[in-house]
Nanobody, 124 residues
Framework: QVQLVESGGGLVQAGGSLRLSCAAS????????MGWFRQAPGKEREFVAA????????YYTDSVKGRFTICRDNVTNTISLQMNSLKPEETAVYYC?????????????????WGQGTQVTVSS
């Protein structure tokens, strides 16, 4: 069992930056793949970024490549998402997710545990 708690959301102007964090509890964090997803009002949850169990492989949706960076720390049981050059259309609730398989996935249904989400609002 893994509990996930996100933090770091807030209000930022277009072009600004935010850093999201996700703290995980549970002894098996280091073998889980981790991901970030987001859901805007009236839209489906979409993949943002993911990292495999040892941080060796990372994946991003095309629209955030070069602007977002996902990292994990298996000592502190945390992952982060550094978001730069934010756009108003990226306003959403951002969720952290954990997958028992150590292989990262872009599919939300393949993740086993979810945080409660953190709101990111990008003003124009």
């Amino acid at each position: 069992q893994v509990q996930l708690v996100e933090s770091g959301g807030g209000l930022v102007q277009a072009g600004g930056s935010l850093r999201l964090s996700c703290a995980a509890s549970g002894s098996t964090f280091s073998i889980f793949a981790m991901g970030w997803f987001r859901q805007a009002p009236g839209k489906e949850r979409e993949f943002v970024a993911a990292v495999n169990w040892n941080g060796g492989n990372t994946y991003y949706t095309d629209s955030v490549k070069g602007r977002f960076t996902i990292c994990r720390d298996n000592v502190t049981n945390t992952i982060s998402l550094q978001m730069n050059s934010l756009k108003p259309e990226e306003t959403a609730v951002y969720y952290c997710a954990a997958r028992r398989s150590g292989v990262a996935s872009t599919t939300s249904s393949s993740y086993d545990y979810w945080g409660q989400g953190t709101q990111v609002t990008v003003s124009s």
